[in-house]
């Protein structure tokens, strides 16, 4: 997308729809100017011309996330009327002022551009992020719906309009059966974008969810195939269609969507075959996975095969692997920029299917036509539901209530695809194209404004199931587990065929070949789900156990505003500390030499920074420290080398001391030695006028390696610092996410398991003390040991013994005064 | 012995019980009412095909001698739930009476019987005959080493024993609400309160 203007093969196929008549009058003019003083050379020039397809397109992408920014600022709209239906309004607006500028539409949504650039991110993160078992659990359901119920559809509602047509309702039109089975077709099917846009809003229960979105993805073969079977009967002529042909139709019908999975599957099994060697180079493992997922659209639709089908099948059969396999930073960055791609496309999506209905040349009005359309499609929705629906219920051991029915049938929106399929229809062939345009626009609109309006209250009225996000728990999990084995035993027992029995049947299938092609050795090891979610839990545990202190003050410093400044580290990947317990982990994991470069990038600026400004920088200092120790429990994954890390130590403690022999001096001897450090570390005086008040006189001091230990859950703690952060990223990533593995053997390397550790850090406190000579060592007497929520005995000991809190580092938050020693702390 | 198919009825005098039931011809279907005629039929051609000995018991062994359960984890757990205590033979009633634990509970059946004994397919029944997988010394009690015993069948290889042992604790600490380190059936259920067990628990075809 970066060609500008570039002649060569349509990579602006974006830009040209952006810009098509390119008739911004500015533009012109300042093509004129620059025109105009063309002699000599120029010091500054204005080439706006050279800029202005992907300035344009930047700009279309800003507008249409601002808008978003401003939906959101009113919770009240954005609960109501769903952000599909706020984007099409604004859409329209937009459209009437580049309408009213220039009196041409400018901007449309084109085929092209939706169906190479805008549909393949949201379909991709909607099969990449699927859940699996839910959907192929109800596998059969959504096929039956995708196929039979859009086929369904598209006849009967090409038929009726067909019958109406005849009957003499709908005036003088230009069309034949054909084009009617033709619009039909194209009108049938359910949007997987407009369906996701207004059902991720709504909650229903999962099952009710993955069949209408299951449909809406699925039913892409039959549309791509119904519309090209009919195009081309169209451009055949009506008299000339044979058997053959019809036959034909429903022989290409099985080519195109087994041949799009399998296309899907083929790239899946590919990518996470790449992905399994991405260990040295991980800051580009993220991208292969959106590489090869899209190849894996283009090249089904070079094979003409169903594009949909094949990238839901790739996303959906790589996710295990793919997340088994990169690493945890690169399974965050994937899910980021996957939502938000796909977020960005569907907001372009709907923003410009209002600005495209803005072209009076498109309009072209038929009362009877646009609302015997409205009616059709949705009384046959609901029809075929409920007929398909008596046909399932024999068969499905969750049974589909009338409610469920009525969600499903009012659930079939219509959106973008309708719509770019019919923008791609021919005039020559297809004589009232425009008519057909015009009233998929209403449509469209229709479903998405007012049935995505109404579909909430409706739910609510209704009382419909509605999915709750819990908490896992290990219980849950294990004893589900239990119940899956159950299952598929007595099914083997029963001798039946069953969901469990396949469902068994493959994962002995997957643990025995799949996952040992396709997944890390490491990879296959910690994968187990059970051990995922106890690792989740224990890091909840951390969490709750620092906010507990957190209340009870004696962890106050652990949030400051300066955790902000971890952006900084971005590229710091976790470090593994000097200690026995990460050399294993050392040599498991080569460091990665991209990762390392950053690192040392990020190591000189920041000692640069550190010898001109020391004061400012000297608490945000500190905090930059904290996140690498504190990941080195948690994951050990690659680089630094030990020295490095002793050096970082030893700087932090140099500091330390000094700043601890100065406060201890002015507030010893009442005097300022110096006085260029008194006015820098003036509020950190405070802080030390206050602790000299201390009844013995003395300062605290404790080694800075505790502290940092005891930060340790900094940034779960604030998990709203999100997607700045690149260390919080990582946290929540393990923490909400559910990879099915990790590449560090999860709960291992968690804190609970190495209580050695203790051990270490203990032992490496002595060098620290070396240039403190003059420092009394702190008083330990005062011990309020941060209360430990119950439920997590392994970890509390461990804090309990090992962590201490300097309260140098409540600088920050002066108001705070915990006094947290530690007593076992007597090295010191 | 009992030859298919008999009637359905609607006698619900025996309670759930881990199998203790007499034998007798008339009683063959009893507590399995709601199960097609089709599907007892079905099941009982299993049962004589998987009877090697033709002697209308299934043993262990017959059990046994299926692929599938060789390689499930929990599978001679679930045959020795087959087994009413102490004996080892299972004629069809048995069979059937522990397959119906597995039927989907039916609309129907929600209302119906609140005072009457409860269906072996409740869900307490259910959770039961999953809590008694876990239960081997049958105190009413899964205790750490039962749990670890399960986990260490469940989880692989890969796993430490140290790493096991405390996820087995976790799991006791997450459920135990009376503070005695094992989970009591009443704190099994509780635990699970949330899950869909009348769904997860459930075969389609059983109905």
């Keep these: 997308m970066s060609g500008r ?69 009113s919770h009240k709209v954005t609960s109501v009327v769903p952000e599909s239906a706020l984007l099409i309004v604004l859409g329209l607006v937009l459209g009437g002022i580049v309408w009213a500028a220039d009196h041409i539409a400018s901007f449309t949504l084109t085929p092209t551009v939706f169906f190479f650039y805008l549909l393949p991110p949201i379909v991709l993160d909607a099969g990449y992020f699927m859940p699996n078992r839910l959907f192929f659990g109800n596998l059969g359901t959504i096929l039956l719906y995708a196929v039979v119920g859009t086929v369904w559809n598209a006849a009967t509602t090409g038929l009726s309009l067909y019958g ?88 290409s019908f099985f080519v195109v969507s087994l041949g799009g999975t399998l296309v899907g599957v083929v790239f899946a099994f590919l990518l996470s075959l790449v992905t399994r060697f991405t260990k040295h180079v991980r800051i580009i493992e993220p991208g292969f996975v959106f590489v090869i997922s899209y190849l894996s659209y283009l090249t089904s639709e070079m094979l003409s095969l169903s594009a949909i089908l094949a990238i839901t099948f790739c996303g959906i059969c790589c996710q295990k692997y793919v997340k088994a396999n990169i690493s945890e930073q690169s399974a965050t960055t994937v899910r980021y920029t996957m939502k938000m791609l796909a977020s960005g496309a569907e907001t372009i999506i709907f923003m410009f299917l209002g600005i495209s209905a803005v072209n009076p040349r498109i309009w072209k009005w038929n009362t009877a036509f646009v609302l015997l359309t409205l009616v059709f ?9 409920v007929l398909q629906t008596w046909v399932l219920n024999r068969y499905r051991m969750v049974q589909l209530e009338i409610i469920d029915q009525v969600v499903m049938s009012y659930g079939g929106l219509r959106g973008a695809v309708a719509f770019a399929l019919v923008v791609l229809l021919d005039e020559q062939k297809v004589k009232e194209r425009n008519l057909f345009v015009s009233t998929t626009i209403i449509v469209v609109f229709f479903t998405v404004v007012f049935q995505g309006l109404t579909i909430k209250p409706l739910v609510q009225w209704l009382k419909v199931k509605r999915s709750q996000h819990r908490e896992p728990k290990l219980n849950e999990k294990l004893h589900g587990r239990a119940f899956d084995h159950i299952l598929s035993a007595i ?22 070949f799949l996952s040992k092609i396709l997944m890390r050795r490491s990879a296959q090891k910690s994968r187990d789900r059970i051990l995922n979610v106890f690792h989740e839990l224990n890091l909840k545990d951390a969490i709750s156990y620092v906010a507990e202190g957190e209340r009870r003050g004696s962890l106050a410093f652990i949030r ?40 040392s990038l990020e190591q000189r600026r920041r000692s640069i920074r550190d010898t001109e400004d020391m004061a400012t920088h000297h608490t945000l200092q500190q905090y930059l420290y904290k996140p690498r120790q504190e990941y080195k429990h948690l994951y050990s994954r690659h680089e630094l080398t030990p020295n490095e890390d002793e050096k970082q130590d030893k700087e932090i403690f140099h500091r330390t001391m000094r700043k601890r022999l100065e406060s201890f001096k002015s507030a010893k001897l009442g005097i300022n030695q110096n006085k260029k450090a008194a006015k820098l570390y003036k509020r950190e005086r405070a802080q030390k006028r206050r602790n000299s008040s201390i009844p013995n006189g003395k300062l605290p001091m404790e080694s800075p390696v505790h502290n940092f230990t005891i930060k340790e859950k900094d940034p779960e703690e604030a998990p709203d610092y999100g997607a700045e952060m690149g260390g919080g990223i990582e946290f929540l990533a393990n923490v909400t996410q559910d990879t099915t593995a990790t590449d560090s053997p999860s709960g291992i390397d968690n804190p609970v398991f190495s209580p050695d550790e203790d051990l270490s850090t203990l032992s490496r406190v002595p060098p620290w003390l070396s240039p403190g000579e003059t420092v009394v060592p702190s008083q330990r007497a005062r011990v309020q040991i941060p209360c430990s929520p119950g439920n997590f005995h392994r970890l509390a000991p461990f804090r309990l013994s090992s962590k201490s809190v300097d309260s140098f580092l409540q600088a920050d938050a002066p108001e705070e005064q915990p006094r947290t020693t530690l007593p076992e ?3 010191m | ?114 005072n009457g004994p409860e269906p072996l397919n409740s869900r307490s029944n259910k959770l039961h005959f999953a809590f008694r997988l876990y239960d081997l010394d049958k105190d009413d009690k899964i205790s750490r080493d039962e749990l670890l015993q399960v986990l260490r069948m469940m989880v692989g290889v890969n796993i430490s024993d140290e790493q096991l042992g405390s996820i087995a604790d976790r799991t006791i600490q997450e459920a135990d609400q009376d503070g005695d380190s094992a989970i009591s059936f009443t704190e099994f259920v509780k635990v699970l309160e949330k899950v869909d067990v009348e769904q997860k628990m459930s075969i389609r075809f059983l109905h």
């Design chain 1, 5 to 73: 203007g570039a002649p060569g093969p349509r990579c602006g196929l974006l830009l040209a729809l952006l810009l098509a008549l390119g008739a911004l009058p500015r533009a012109r003019g300042v093509e004129e100017q620059s025109g105009g003083a063309s002699q000599g050379f120029q010091v500054v020039s204005f080439k706006w011309h050279h800029v202005k397809d992907p300035y344009i397109i930047a700009l279309w992408i800003l507008v249409a996330s601002l808008a978003k920014i401003g939906f959101h600022l």
């Design chain 1, 164 to 251: 109406v047509f005849l009957s003499g309702l709908m005036g003088d039109l230009k069309v034949g059966l054909l084009d009617f089975l033709l619009f039909g077709s194209l009108i049938a099917a359910v949007d997987p974008v407009a369906v996701l846009a207004v059902f991720e809003e709504v909650h229903v229960n999962e099952v009710l969810f993955i069949i209408v979105f299951g449909e809406s993805l699925l039913n892409d073969a039959v549309t791509v195939v119904l519309y090209n079977v009919f195009e081309s009967f169209v451009t055949l002529g009506g008299d000339k269609v044979t058997g053959v042909d019809c036959v034909k139709g429903i022989v």
């Design chain 1, 377 to 385: 499609i949705s009384v046959y929705r609901a029809i075929g539901v």
């Design chain 1, 491 to 512: 099914e083997d027992i029963s001798g039946q065929i069953g969901h469990n029995y396949l469902r068994d049947k493959w994962s002995n299938f997957d643990r025995k």
């Design chain 1, 560 to 599: 400051s505003p300066s955790t902000d400044n971890m952006v900084n580290v971005d590229f710091s990947t976790p470090r593994p500390s000097t200690v026995e317990a990460s050399v294993s982990y050392l040599l498991r994991e080569n460091v990665s030499a991209v990762c390392l470069d950053m690192q």
């Design chain 1, 825 to 827: 702390s007597t090295h």
């Design chain 2, 1 to 114: 012995m009992c030859h298919p198919p008999p009637a359905v009825r609607e006698d619900e005098s025996v309670g759930w019980s881990w199998g203790g039931q007499e034998l007798g011809p008339d009683e063959c279907m009893n507590g399995l009412d709601l199960v097609s005629h089709s599907q007892i039929t079905r099941l009982y051609s299993r049962f004589t095909s998987l009877d090697k000995g033709e002697n209308g018991t299934l043993s262990r062994e017959d059990f046994q001698r299926i692929p599938e359960l060789a390689i499930n984890p929990l599978g001679d757990r679930i045959i020795n739930a087959f087994f009413p205590e102490g004996e080892d033979q299972v004629n069809f009633r048995g069979f059937m009476r522990t397959l119906a634990h597995f039927r989907p509970i039916e609309d129907n059946e929600k209302s119906k019987d609140v």
